[in-house]
């Protein structure tokens, strides 16, 4: 039951919340780079710029969008997913699909093959959730692998298209620079979103569910209830970045859509920003975009008479990272970064 | 169709010897410790590898068998490291555990694949103990995989010998049962736990090494298939129980072997087998179907 | 003063051992009431039984007339029913007050929350259970008798008819024992029924009008607690001759 007059007076309080939030330390940052992503793309017209430098910070806020929704199934609701590539995946082959050989619209794609994700999340979700901890691991990885071998299976080809997948999408957006800003948005508003939910009372149930599920039931909690929700809402943000994917790519094929080390990077963005944050998915999914970029560019090193690719070891360097985070910075290592950042400026400002 | 039966019969025992010796360790693991070890295949994949780079090295030609134990020893200690470098600090946390051990497997799958025999399939055919087959109502009875049978069946002998009767293996049994109590006894939970954890990666390795000269290296990313395989298996036989794991791999090898022969396109639907028979067996009992343990 | 528990030939069998059998009680509305008996006597598991927990192996559990055997806990929670755990759990990343919202979030809680404000509701069982001023900080840093007293605030969250209280003295010191049996009694003054167990009989013994006694799963004695007290087989339960009964 909605309360108008609650809603009207939170709409009244909204500005002045808005305004003290400005002056906080998170909130000038987060402010501060909402800016400089904003006026990014105007800063240069050149053809490399918008082509490979924007097109990077597109496919970080894609990834930040699918990092922020695995931290809220695992690191928020405590309920591990080693397959979150199923929703990211199955959004994309059905947007494609739609695109393709139905000709619709991409916008209703989007929204279709967001909503299918969702029932997947759902179908997936309701039998999965009698499992605990590792077991609950283990099952989404193997729902994933299920998934991942029948989409390459070579006799099921006519309907699932093959390894060869589906190719020669149209874009997001007729330009690079539309296509940043749509991912712009969404992503401000998946996060707004997502960051509200882990902070309301809804949120705060999940957190319980996570921290000990027998004393949420003993609290009165339908903590099956709560779970559901909480593997539709995300798998809902998880389609939604997976639809995105696909049309960013331009194409879409089992292993480019549904492998697990799609899966692993959710996992490895989160992780790095601090779990159980939501906004660390963002900071660890730019991260992770501009070290692989990084990684890449900077290709070959010749140490002595030694040749290191770094373009290829990138994948063991992320594993280290993942192995070094968990193991000795359980809250990540940007978000803490951050706050110390933050007392340095309270310091500064003499508060 | 004699051929075919034949055909699923040798397989399957085939299969069926190679995850015993897998999934028991893994199990173990799980039984004594909680621990969900997802490098385990990676531990088997790793071994391979291993006896494949020491057979390349020209050091150890002529000393082929010294590869076998240096490569046991070595992933023997991988094992021990595992536990102590990574799993001991995190023992709290079951999510930190296995997202750990799951960035492990995911390193050691890279290093295998950035090394220069990473994306090639090979052959480590020199360690064959027996060479040749023998025609069994026409079907090609490879021999070492015969040797292979047998051995993995001596080898769950001595094993569960090993875990009713030495003194190591009774503190084994304490600590799955009752942690605390077996502090009391005097028992060190965590180096039982250690021992542990190095006798499962020393199976693996024995494992690989008694099935992969017979078969090729496929590529690091094998290992992923052994742990979900190893998976399937320990849950069809219940967590932590031994001989659960054994039954539960002889029926996940059958169940392979079957859909090999005798579904269409029999092969690649065999590879969804394990993974379907995880899905089900978790949804309809969870506790295995010859475990008792609640799962918490 | 209607019976708002009663209990009918109760038994829980785990594997070969029967930790609760044949067990029958009843409870009126109202009532402060032990159930006592030495350790491994059974107490938890009847708790667990009540609670939804565990499904009996056999028997009947109504509450206000309802059979709630084997229905799921948190439905019995929102029936009226609370609990709290001999081992202290608690969400140990949320706040104190966060701890206390979650039940308050529960439907009966909510019955309440409706009225007063979540975060009202919450502040006052805080409050009341001594703990406001550190309603900001997470559990994992209270001292043990802290901890008791919030699983008590946890339990009182879901605005329960009948509260379940599993040991909540043990492991706390005398003036920290002062404290619950303070909160507990002043609890049963709003009309809460209340029962508790304990394992060492001096705890109950002058808190309570009424305890029932249990010993290897099987009902003992029922009544005044000095009537209990002297009962031969609780005695020699206490003391460990290994009685057997019929
Ligand atoms: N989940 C369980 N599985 C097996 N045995 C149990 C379980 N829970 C309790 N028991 C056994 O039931 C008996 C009663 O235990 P409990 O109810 O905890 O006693 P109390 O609370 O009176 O100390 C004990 O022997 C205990 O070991
Ligand atoms: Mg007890």
Redesign the pocket.
């Known amino acids: 039951m909605l309360n108008l007059k609650i809603v009207k007076e939170k709409m009244n309080e909204f500005p002045s919340y808005l305004k003290s939030w400005v002056k906080t330390f998170t909130g000038s940052l987060t402010i501060f780079c909402l800016l400089i992503l904003f006026v990014m793309p105007f800063l240069s017209a050149n053809q490399s710029f918008t082509h490979v430098f924007l097109r990077q910070f597109s496919l970080a806020m894609i990834f930040a969008i699918f990092a922020a929704s695995w931290d809220l199934l695992t690191g928020i609701s405590g309920q591990i997913s080693f397959g979150h590539a199923i929703f990211f995946g199955i959004s994309g082959y059905i947007c494609a699909y739609l695109i393709k050989y139905q000709s619709f619209p991409i916008w209703i794609s989007i929204i279709i093959s967001t909503v299918v994700a969702v029932f997947f999340g759902l179908a997936i979700g309701f039998p999965l959730l009698r499992l605990k901890g590792p077991y609950l691991a283990l099952g989404t990885l193997a729902m994933s692998l299920i998934l991942l071998k029948l989409f390459l299976m070579g006799s099921l080809a006519d309907w699932l298209f093959g390894s060869e997948g589906i190719s020669a999408l149209p874009g997001l957006a007729a330009t690079p620079v539309i296509e940043y800003f749509i991912l712009f948005i969404f992503m401000i508003l998946t996060f707004v979103i997502l960051i509200q939910i882990s902070k309301s009372k809804f949120g705060t149930i999940l957190k319980s569910i996570r921290d000990d599920e027998v004393g949420s039931d003993a609290s009165g909690i339908n903590t099956t209830k709560y779970k559901i929700y909480a593997f539709m809402l995300s798998s809902f943000f998880a389609g939604l970045a997976g639809g995105f994917y696909a049309l960013y790519i331009g194409a879409v094929n089992p292993t480019g859509n549904f492998g697990t080390v799609l899966s692993f990077f959710a996992i490895l963005m989160a992780s790095l920003g601090g779990l159980a944050t939501i906004s660390g998915a963002a900071l660890g999914a730019f991260f992770f975009i501009f070290l692989e970029y990084a990684l890449i560019e900077i290709g070959v090193v010749e140490i002595g008479n030694l040749a290191i690719d770094f373009g290829l070891y990138k994948f063991a360097i992320f594993a280290v990272i993942l192995i070094v985070i968990i193991r000795f910075a359980e809250h990540g290592i940007l978000k803490p970064l951050l706050e110390r950042l933050k007392d340095l400026w309270d310091l500064l400002l003499g508060r | 169709m004699i051929v075919d039966i034949m055909n699923m019969l040798f397989n399957g025992t085939l299969t069926g010897a190679v995850y015993a010796l897998i999934a028991m360790g893994y199990s173990l693991v799980y039984g004594v410790g909680g621990i969900m070890n997802l490098s385990h295949g990676a531990y088997f994949m790793l071994t391979g590898y291993l006896l494949l780079w020491m057979l390349q090295t020209p050091f150890f030609i002529g000393l082929e068998w010294l590869t076998v134990v240096f490569a046991l020893i070595i992933i023997t200690v991988i094992g021990g490291l595992t536990f102590l470098l990574l799993v001991k600090p995190l023992q709290d946390s079951h999510v930190a555990v296995v997202i750990v051990t799951f960035g492990l497997a995911f390193l050691l799958e890279q290093v295998v694949l950035i090394s220069p025999s990473g994306t090639e399939v090979w052959s480590i055919g020199q360690l064959r103990l027996f060479q040749g087959y023998t025609m069994v109502f026409g079907y090609p009875i490879v021999h070492q995989y015969v040797f292979l049978i047998v051995m993995s069946i001596v080898i769950v002998l001595l094993f569960a010998l090993f875990i009713n009767k030495s003194k190591l293996g009774k503190s084994i049994r304490a600590v799955s049962q009752d942690r605390e109590a077996a502090g009391l006894m005097g028992i060190n939970a965590s180096r039982i736990l250690l021992y542990t954890v190095m006798i499962s990666a020393l199976l693996a390795g024995l494992a690989a090494f008694l099935y992969l000269p017979g078969a090729s290296l496929d590529g690091p990313s094998m290992g992923w298939g052994y742990l979900l395989n190893s998976f399937a298996v320990v849950i069809l036989g219940g967590m932590g129980s031994l001989i659960g794991s054994v039954a539960g791999a002889f029926i996940v090898g059958y169940t392979i072997s079957f859909t090999n022969v005798f579904v269409p396109y029999g092969p690649s639907w065999a590879h969804l087998v394990p993974i379907i028979i995880i899905i089900v067996i978790l949804l309809i009992r969870p506790q295995g179907l010859f475990g008792k343990k609640e799962l918490r | 003063m209607g019976v708002i528990l009663e209990v009918k030939n109760l038994t829980k069998k785990?594997?070969g051992?029967t930790?609760v059998n044949d067990f029958s009680f009843e409870i009126k509305r109202g009532e402060f009431i032990g159930l006592i008996?030495p350790?491994?006597?059974?107490?938890?598991?009847?708790f667990n039984l009540i609670s939804g927990f565990e499904k009996p192996s056999s028997g009947r559990i109504r509450f206000n007339g309802i059979d709630i055997t084997g229905m799921k806990p948190y439905k019995i929670v929102n029936l009226g029913i609370a609990r709290t755990f001999?081992l202290v759990r608690s969400f140990k990343y949320l706040s104190l007050l966060d701890n206390i919202t979650v039940s308050c979030l529960s439907k009966r809680g909510k019955e309440v929350s409706k009225k007063t404000g979540t975060d009202n509701y919450a502040s006052s069982i805080l409050a009341s259970v001594g703990l406001i001023d550190k309603a900001r900080i997470p559990p994992i840093i209270l001292p043990h008798g802290d901890l008791r007293k919030l699983q008590i605030g946890k339990a009182v969250g879901t605005n329960p008819e009948l509260l379940l209280l599993d040991e909540p003295f043990s492991g706390l010191s005398f003036e920290e024992q002062l404290g619950i049996t303070d909160l507990i009694k002043k609890l049963h003054a709003d009309g809460v029924t209340i029962f508790i167990?304990g394992?060492v009989l001096r705890e109950l013994m002058t808190l309570v009008p009424r305890v029932i006694a249990m010993h290897q799963?099987k009902f003992i004695a029922d009544g005044p607690p000095v009537q209990v007290a002297n009962n031969k087989i609780v005695l020699e339960a206490y003391l460990g001759r290994g009685v057997k009964i019929a």
Do not use: M, Y
Not at chain 3, 39 to 46: D, E, F, R
């Open positions: 785990f594997g051992l930790a008996g350790n491994g006597a059974g107490k938890t598991t009847v001999q167990t394992h799963g």
